[in-house]
């Protein structure tokens, strides 16, 4: 397409150019004709155009000569310095005029000032640069040796690219002495060839021959090309085959395999080549024999192709055809006769077939009724039957060859779900023969299964404060039943005017959730009875017990029992001044209602007024000071003890302790009315607190000494009574701020407000002078009667007590006796100076 676009601008181009040269007066027209041989080199001369023309260089030069080749490719350059008109390639006349005796090429030169269109031509001229060639490189003939001499054979003709004098202008044929070579020349000029039998050939003394036939063209010198002639001499056929034997008979068993050879028919034929090369086919078959034999067209074998049965045909007849290469051929006959053998097995057909059958059917039910035949006669067609394996059923044998399958045992589906029954049936023959049936029976399943759980107890766990419906795990139980009978639905079991328990199951998987939020304050297990029923009729069922664990959670924060929240703002703990260091000031007592880790307390002090005076236990929650009590340090301490569970997250509460440094605890409860411990900066509720505890301290003060003088009055009016006993609940007792291993009895003198406290040593009651301890629940404490009749130091001496005293001197008129109920086992004489033993 893009070739005739091109060849349509030139054309157009064209037609200007002459419509131009009409119109211009003063133009004119001439012809240059020059020639070129082809296959000269690029840029080879052509002729002078500027010298042909009559024209100088310089005139072409401004004329602005140039050159235009009709066709779509520029064959030729101008040089219009020089004139010189030049092929741009090498020219392969071949190739541009190909089957053309001339070739001419045209070409226009156009000059401007004024416009001057000149036409020129330029004839390649041939040269011979191509050779003859034979379309073949063998010619092969075949050739009866009864050929008559004279006889002709056309060869193929030679081609040659070339024309004129280079072109094909000879044939030459290589010596011999049977054939030669005649040429024609034919109209247009070709020349043909033909191969001439001179004298008869004979097979027997040359069987094949080889020639050679040149072709040769006019130019100079002369070029040639060649091709082999293969002559191969054929046999005449003059002898026909002939068999060995004109009837073949023989004997054949009917179990004879596919392949086997029956026979092998022979013919034999003189001549040589395909004459004497024998085929053989059958040509006449009887009726259902043609599928059955297979004959070999090359060595006359008869083999087996098919299966031969003795009970359809027992003689078998076929007509053999020998054919040698020439056409020539003879026949003979093969007859098989067909020897009878067991070859046929037992057959085996049912009648009739339960294909499933419950598995409660009782023993002796009928499964299926079959018959056993056998074609061959004799021995051969008596048959025996029987299954194979420990299987629960059995034949017997009816009528007519007929058998019948029944049960001879009970079945179960759990053990055996479906049996493949094995019929073998044998005959009687030489070479037993027997064959198969198989028989699939399934048996269906009866509800005599009750669904059985993976475990008899479930454990399952919960955290506390669960969401409502949570899904903590399944039970599972399986039946060996099939189908409805296998499908499990669970339950709770409810006991009549049991309430509704906490947790659910999924009647279809067995999922266990908990239905609403559980609190393991409260409910640390539940323990619920699961049922499993089948889909059977009537219903089979198991039970399973489902216990259900709370798992703690850290909900609850710690409760600090002691100091109680009924203190105020603080409890009260009196500690003397020459307290040493790791001395018991007061046990913090908190508890945790939850468990395990979560109830694991740790205490820490997290505020003091003065930090490095006292410590607290970790664990214990014992409040000893750090150190030495010295007289520099202040009256009144206020401690915040944190109490802090192990939870995740931890949670914690807080107790406030006051704490009061006194030389003296006889005047502990002037001072704690005297004395405001130091308060905070601008912290007016601080004040009124300490206010409204001075109050309360000195009224609990006052109703104590008189009920105190109560008590001296009756005994007063009451001497000969016996001496009270110590109650029970007060050794037991919690209340004060020390624990049970510290309680002290405090006996003040009437009239007294400034007496001290004074450490004594174990619990021993003063008894008057002469008078034996009694029984224990006959002792109490007598300070309360001695201490009005004893009024100087040395009293208690007389009483048989160790006097309260101590480095500082003797005590005043009215001193106290204090009585210890219990010491703390770390706190002793050797730490306490004010401790004295009996």
Same mark, same amino acid.
């Given at each position: ?37 082809e ?24 004329r ?8 779509n ?15 741009k ?13 001339t ?29 003859p060639?034979? @379309?073949?490189?063998?010619m092969?003939f ?7 001499p ?6 193929e003709?030679a ?5 004129g004098?280079?072109?094909l202008?000879?044939y ?9 070579l ?16 001179d ?20 130019g100079?010198?002369?070029?040639s ?17 002939k ?5 073949y008979e ?6 004879s ?12 034929d003189?001549?040589?080549?395909s004459y ?18 297979d ?33 020539l ?5 093969v007859?098989?006769e ?7 097995a ?14 409660n ?7 299926a009724?079959?018959s ?6 004799g ?18 044998p ?5 058998y ?6 009970a ?9 493949n ?26 509800n005599?299964?009750?669904p ?7 454990s399952?766990?919960v955290?506390?404060?669960?969401s ?32 509704q ?12 959730y ?13 323990e619920?009875?699961?049922s ?5 009729s009537?219903?089979l069922s198991?039970?399973a017990l489902?216990?259900?664990?709370v ?33 018991l000031?007061a ?36 409040l ?6 010295a ?5 009144r ?5 944190l109490?802090r569970?192990r939870?995740?997250?931890?949670r ?8 009061t440094?006194l030389?003296?605890f ?6 704690l009315s005297?004395?405001?411990?130091p ?10 607190l300490?206010a ?20 001296l009055?009756?005994?007063r009016?009451r ?13 037991e ?5 020390? @624990?049970?291993?510290l ?10 407000l400034?007496?001290d ?6 619990l021993?009651p003063?008894f ?23 009024g100087?130091?040395?009293d ?13 001197? @003797? ?11 219990g ?6 004489s050797?730490q ?7």
């Amino acid at each position: 397409m893009a070739w005739n676009k091109r060849r349509s601008r030139g054309s157009l181009r064209q037609v200007i150019l002459f419509l131009l040269c009409v119109c211009v007066r003063q133009s004119g027209a001439e012809s240059l004709r020059y020639s070129l041989a082809e296959e000269m080199e690029r840029d080879s001369f052509v002729g002078n155009i500027a010298q042909d023309l009559g024209l100088a260089p310089s005139q072409l030069v401004a004329r602005k000569a140039r050159v235009v080749s009709e066709g779509n490719q520029q064959l030729f350059r101008l040089n219009p310095s020089t004139g010189v008109l030049t092929a741009k390639d090498s020219l392969d006349r071949e190739e541009i005029c190909p089957q053309s005796e001339t070739c001419t090429l045209f070409f226009k030169v156009f000059l401007d000032n004024p416009l001057q269109l000149i036409r020129g031509e330029v004839e390649v001229l041939d040269v011979n640069d191509n050779s003859p060639m034979f @379309p073949k490189k063998e010619m092969v003939f075949e050739i009866l040796e009864t050929t008559a001499p004279s006889f002709r054979f056309p060869l193929e003709t030679a081609q040659d690219a070339d024309v004129g004098s280079n072109g094909l202008r000879n044939y030459s044929l290589g010596s011999n002495s049977h054939f030669s070579l005649a040429l024609a020349t034919e109209k247009g000029g070709a020349i043909s060839s033909e191969l001439v039998l001179d004298r008869q050939l004979d097979r027997e003394e040359n069987p094949e021959m080889n020639l050679l036939l040149t072709a040769l063209d006019g130019g100079s010198p002369p070029k040639s090309g060649t091709v082999q002639i293969h002559i191969l001499v054929l046999d005449a056929n003059d002898n026909t085959p002939k068999f060995t034997r004109e009837v073949y008979e023989v004997r054949l068993p009917e179990n004879s395999p596919p392949g086997q050879v029956v026979v092998r028919v022979a013919a034999t034929d003189p001549d040589d080549g395909s004459y004497g090369k024998v085929q053989y086919a059958f040509t006449k078959v009887s009726r259902g024999s043609g599928e059955l034999f297979d004959l070999n067209p090359d060595t006359g074998e008869i083999r087996v192709a098919g299966n031969l049965d003795f009970e359809e045909m027992k003689k078998h007849e076929m007509v053999v055809k020998a054919s040698d290469g020439g056409g020539l051929f003879t026949h003979c006959k093969v007859q098989v006769e067909v020897v009878d053998v067991n070859d046929n097995a037992p057959e085996i057909q049912l009648t009739s077939h339960t294909a499933s059958i419950p598995e409660n059917a009782p023993p002796r039910t009928l499964v299926a009724l079959f018959s056993v035949r056998d074609r061959d006669a004799g021995d051969n067609g008596r048959t025996d039957c029987i299954i194979g394996g420990d299987l629960p059923f059995t034949l017997s044998p009816t009528f007519d060859n007929f058998y019948e399958l029944r049960t001879n045992a009970a079945l179960d589906r759990e053990t055996t779900a479906d049996y493949n029954i094995s019929i073998r049936a044998t005959d009687w023959g030489p070479r037993r023969l027997s064959s198969r049936e198989s028989l699939w029976v399934q048996v269906t399943d009866v509800n005599d299964n009750a669904p059985a759980f993976s475990q008899e107890l479930y454990s399952m766990w919960v955290t506390e404060n669960n969401s409502p419906m949570v899904r903590i795990g399944s039970v599972q139980a399986s039946d060996a039943d099939a189908g409805s009978n296998a499908r499990v639905q669970y339950a709770l079991v409810r006991e009549e005017g049991q309430e509704q328990a906490a947790v659910s199951v999924s009647s279809e998987s067995g999922e266990v959730y908990v239905v609403r939020s559980l609190d393991y304050e409260r409910v640390r297990a539940l323990e619920v009875w699961v049922s499993a029923a089948d889909g059977g009729s009537p219903a089979l069922s198991a039970r399973a017990l489902l216990r259900v664990l709370v798992r703690d959670e850290n909900d609850n924060a710690p409760v600090v029992l002691h100091p109680g929240a009924e203190s105020g703002a603080g409890a009260g703990e009196l500690v003397p001044r020459w307290a040493p260091a790791g001395y018991l000031v007061a046990k913090v007592v908190a508890v945790d209602a939850d468990a395990g880790q979560n109830a694991w307390l740790s205490y820490e002090l997290a505020k003091a007024t003065e930090p490095g005076l006292f410590r607290l236990g970790l664990h214990s929650g014992e409040l000893r000071t750090a150190r030495a009590v010295a007289e520099r340090d202040a009256p009144r301490h206020r401690l915040v003890v944190l109490v802090r569970d192990r939870g995740q997250p931890p949670r914690s509460a807080s107790a406030t302790l006051a704490i009061t440094l006194l030389h003296d605890f006889s005047d502990a409860h002037v001072r704690l009315s005297q004395d405001a411990p130091p308060a905070e900066p601008d912290d007016t509720l601080t004040l009124y607190l300490i206010a409204c505890l001075a109050c309360v301290s000195a009224l609990c003060l006052a109703t104590g000494l008189a009920a105190l003088l109560m008590k001296l009055r009756r005994d007063r009016q009451r001497p000969a009574e016996p001496l009270p006993t110590f109650p029970t609940a007060v050794t037991e007792s919690d209340a004060g701020s020390l @624990p049970r291993s510290l309680v002290y009895d405090v006996c003040l003198a009437t009239g007294t407000l400034s007496s001290d406290f004074h450490f004594l040593g174990p619990l021993l009651p003063c008894f008057p002078a002469g008078m034996s301890p009694g029984p224990a629940p006959q002792r109490s404490s007598v300070c309360s009667q001695e201490a009005s009749n004893f009024g100087e130091r040395g009293d208690c001496a007389a009483q048989g007590r160790a006097p309260l005293s101590d480095d500082s001197g @003797p005590r005043p008129a009215g001193a106290e006796c204090v009585v210890n109920r219990g010491m703390e086992p770390n706190v002793s004489s050797d730490q306490n100076p004010w401790l004295t033993h009996q």
